[in-house]
């Protein structure tokens, strides 16, 4: 069974800091990983986007994934408090060209 | 900037009624999606749909749902008889191409009475 597991928070920091989220899953049947930002009433809205492990970098955003540990994260510099939201994990499996795995989200509070 | 739009944002129902929940995705996009979320819980996947038939479907898409695409621009979920645990937010979803972005809609919030 395909399962994605993520700390549902919150995780309150204050302004400027260097923030930190993970994901881990169970098994090696994953091909893309996504992280997603979701304000509240609102649907998720696509952060970053990679295929292999190693390191992807978007101004203030950068997307980690260690396929050997089956863990990604997605670093935050300079958190701003417009940063405050719901970021979700989501992966898409191998046997599928569609479907995502999604984690259960972590609620992200910046303090201003 | 483009968007997927959904209606109706809220829609109240009493068990066993239909409910149609309409999107727009966004108008070059060839591929559809509808996920769920229940409150306190992850976001699941439904169902994709491209040419114009489904593609893929998860277990909880059952013979109570069905999508169709009744013109160029709408996409549309259908709950037959609807049930206590049909309560949920749900999104509707587009992408340009297998491996894009998907770009989700508002959601639309589905209470089951």
């Known amino acids: 069974q395909k399962e994605v597991e993520q700390d549902p928070g919150p995780l309150s920091v204050p302004e400027g800091a260097i923030v930190s989220l993970n994901c881990t899953y169970s098994?090696?049947?994953?091909?893309?990983f996504m992280w997603y930002r979701q304000y509240s009433r609102k649907g998720p809205e696509l952060l970053m986007y990679?295929?292999s492990s190693g390191n992807k970098e978007d101004g203030r955003f950068t997307a980690q994934v260690d396929k050997s540990s089956k863990y990604i994260s997605l670093f935050i510099r300079d958190s701003q408090p417009s940063d405050s939201a719901t970021y979700l994990c989501?992966?898409?499996?191998?046997?599928?060209?569609?479907?995502?795995?999604w984690g259960a989200g972590t609620k992200l509070i910046i303090k201003p | 900037e483009p968007e997927v739009t959904q209606t109706p944002s809220h829609q109240v129902t009493q068990m066993g009624q239909e409910v149609i929940l309409r999107c727009v995705p966004i108008?070059?996009?060839?591929?559809f999606y509808w996920y769920r979320q229940i409150l306190g819980q992850k976001v699941e996947f439904l169902v994709s749909?491209?040419?114009?038939?489904?593609?893929?479907k998860s277990e909880i898409f059952d013979d109570q749902f069905s999508v169709e695409r009744p013109d160029g621009s709408n996409f549309t979920l259908k709950i037959r008889s609807t049930k206590l645990e049909d309560s949920a937010m749900y999104f509707c979803?587009?992408?340009?191409?297998?491996?894009?972005?998907?770009?989700f809609g508002e959601g639309s919030r589905l209470t089951v009475l």
């Open positions: 979803a587009s992408s340009e191409d297998l491996a894009g972005e998907l770009f």
């Open positions: 108008s070059n996009h060839l591929y």
């Open positions: 749909f491209y040419n114009n038939e489904i593609s893929e």
């Open positions: 098994n090696s049947a994953f091909q893309y």
């Open positions: 990679t295929y």
């Open positions: 989501a992966m898409r499996p191998l046997d599928s060209n569609y479907q995502l795995i």
